[in-house]
C-alpha cells in the first residue's frame, strides 16, 4: 500500500486524554481513534492488526475442533431472566426500545448460544461439539482508562464446549490450556497459565496471564513455571519458597489475555439441554467456556512491545511485513523505489511504501519508527541503484543487499 494514500495521518504528539500507552501510541500512529471513553474505531492500520490477530486464533480454533457462528448482540432478555444475570452480571448494557422491548447488550453468549445447541443435540452421539465466534462484546466497565486493555465494547473470541461428561470435558479443558498457551506464543506473548478462584461463570477457572507493568491484574507465580495464582484470591505470599524448589515466589502486575471456564451443566440445567445416553437415559450436557480478548490483545501488545520512538510489532501480528523509505525526488531514485515496490508486492510480501513527496527523511524515519512495521527498507542515491539497506525495528545496526539477495534471506 502506498502511505500517501493511507487516509489515516501520523500525530507528533500524544493526544492529551489518553493516560495510557497502548492507547496514546495507536492513536498516534493512526491505528485508531476513539468515540467514546472505551470505546475504540479501528482505522486502515487498526483493522490489519485486528484481523492478523483474530485469523491467527481463529486458525488455532479451527484445528482444536472449532466450528464458528456469528450470534447476536441483541439479546432476548427472557433468557437472561432465566439464569438470572438480568440482575446479577453487573456490567450488563441494557438497551430499551422504542417499541417497549428490552434486550441484553451481549457481554457474552451463554444465554443465546445454549438454547440453540438444545434445539439440535438429543442423543449422545451429538456430543461433543465446539462452537465459537469473534464478536463485539458489550460491557459496562466502571473504569475504562487503559486503551484497548479495557474496552466498553470490544473484540472477543468466545469458544463453547458440549460433552456428555465431565471427563470428556476436563480433557478438551486441559486441551485448551496448551492450545492457548501456543495460541498467545504465536503472537509473541508469554501468557503465564494462572489459577482464579471465583467469578461470574465458575467456581474456579484459568486465566493467561501476561507480565507488564500496567496491567491491571497482579499474580503470584513461580519462575520455574509450576505455579500461578491471581492474588485475589491467593494464599501464597511473595517470597515464599516454591514448594517444588524453583525458589522465591514473585508477585507481578499483569494482563489477562484469555480465560477458560468449566462451566460443567450450570447453563444446560437453565435451559434443558440434554441428551440421551447410552443407556437411553437423559443427561445434562457439560459445557466449558473459553474467551480470548482479541483487542485486548492488541492493546497488550503495544503495551509489552514498545520504545520511546514507537511500536514494535511482532512479525505474524505486523499491518505490514516491510516499510519501505524512498529518500530522493530525483526522478531516477524514485523509479528504482517504484520497480522495488512492485517487485516486493509481486512475491506476497506486505508492503507499506512511503511515496509521499515534500515530507523530509527525518519525519518518514520518525513515521516508520511510530507505526512499528517489523523490516524498513530504505532505497536512496547512497545506498544505490537496485539495492536496499535492510533494518529492524529494535535493532541499531543496519545492512546494503541487493534485492535478490533481500528477498533470499528474508523469511
Ligand atoms: P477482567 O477481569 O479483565 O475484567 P473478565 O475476567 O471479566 O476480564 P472474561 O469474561 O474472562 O473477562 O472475558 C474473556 C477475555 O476477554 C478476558 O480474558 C479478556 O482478555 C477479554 N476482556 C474482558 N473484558 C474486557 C474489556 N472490558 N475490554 C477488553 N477485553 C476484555
Ligand atoms: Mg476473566
Same mark, same amino acid.
Not at 142 to 146: E, I, L, P, T, Y
Not at 355 to 359: L, N, S
Given at each position: 500500500m502506498r502511505l500517501s494514500q493511507l487516509f489515516s495521518k501520523t500525530l507528533r504528539q500524544a493526544p $492529551?486524554?489518553?493516560?495510557?500507552t497502548n492507547a496514546s501510541l495507536l492513536i498516534r500512529a493512526g491505528f485508531i481513534r476513539k468515540e467514546v471513553a472505551g470505546v475504540y474505531n479501528f482505522l486502515p492500520l487498526g483493522l490489519r492488526v485486528l484481523n492478523k490477530i483474530s485469523q491467527l486464533v481463529r486458525e488455532e480454533m479451527d484445528a482444536a475442533g472449532g466450528q464458528e457462528v456469528l450470534l447476536s448482540s441483541l439479546q432476548n432478555k427472557n433468557n437472561w431472566e432465566k439464569t438470572g444475570r438480568w440482575k446479577n452480571f453487573d456490567a450488563l448494557f441494557k438497551v430499551s426500545s422504542q417499541y417497549k422491548t428490552d434486550y441484553a447488550l451481549g457481554p457474552t453468549h451463554e444465554e443465546v448460544l445454549v438454547p440453540i445447541v438444545a434445539e439440535f443435540v438429543?442423543?449422545?452421539?451429538?456430543?461433543p461439539l465446539y462452537i465459537y465466534q469473534i464478536q463485539n462484546k458489550f460491557r459496562d466497565e466502571? $473504569?475504562?482508562?487503559?486503551g484497548l486493555l479495557r474496552g466498553r465494547e470490544f473484540l472477543m473470541k468466545d469458544l463453547y464446549s458440549f460433552h456428555a461428561d465431565v471427563k470428556d470435558m476436563e480433557s478438551y479443558y486441559e486441551k485448551m490450556k496448551k492450545v492457548y498457551k501456543k495460541t498467545f506464543e504465536r503472537m509473541g506473548l508469554n501468557a503465564i497459565l494462572t489459577y482464579a478462584a471465583g467469578g461470574t461463570f465458575s467456581k474456579d477457572s484459568h486465566e493467561f496471564q501476561v507480565i507488564c507493568e500496567s496491567g491491571e491484574d497482579e499474580i503470584i507465580y513461580c519462575a520455574g513455571g509450576d505455579y500461578a495464582e491471581n492474588v485475589e484470591i491467593a494464599k501464597a505470599k511473595e517470597g515464599q519458597q516454591c514448594r517444588l524448589g524453583h525458589g522465591p515466589l514473585k508477585r507481578v502486575k499483569t494482563i489477562e489475555v484469555g480465560n477458560i471456564f468449566p462451566l460443567k451443566d450450570k447453563y444446560s440445567q437453565v435451559f434443558g439441554l440434554t441428551f440421551k445416553d447410552k443407556d437411553g437415559k437423559d443427561k445434562n450436557v457439560m459445557m466449558g467456556c473459553y474467551g480470548i480478548g482479541i483487542s485486548r490483545l492488541m492493546g497488550a501488545i503495544v503495551e509489552v512491545f514498545h520504545d520511546d520512538a514507537g511500536i514494535l510489532w511482532p512479525k505474524q501480528v505486523a499491518p505490514f511485513q516491510v516499510h519501505l523509505l524512498v529518500l530522493s525526488d530525483e526522478r531516477g531514485v524514485m523509479r528504482d523505489g517504484e520497480n522495488i515496490y512492485n517487485k516486493l508486492q509481486k512475491t506476497g510480501m506486505e508492503v507499506l511504501w512511503d511515496?509521499?513527496?515534500?515530507?523530509s527523511a527525518g519525519e518518514k524515519f520518525a513515521d516508520c519508527d511510530l507505526i512499528g512495521i517489523p523490516t524498513r527498507l530504505v532505497v536512496s542515491k547512497k545506498v544505490g541503484r537496485g539495492k536496499v539497506e535492510v533494518k529492524k525495528r529494535g535493532q541499531k545496526k543496519s545492512e546494503v543487499l541487493s534485492l535478490d539477495r533481500f528477498l533470499s534471506q528474508y523469511n
Open positions: $492529551r486524554d489518553e493516560q495510557s438429543t442423543s449422545y452421539r451429538d456430543l466502571a $473504569r475504562a482508562k487503559a511515496d509521499r513527496e515534500d515530507v
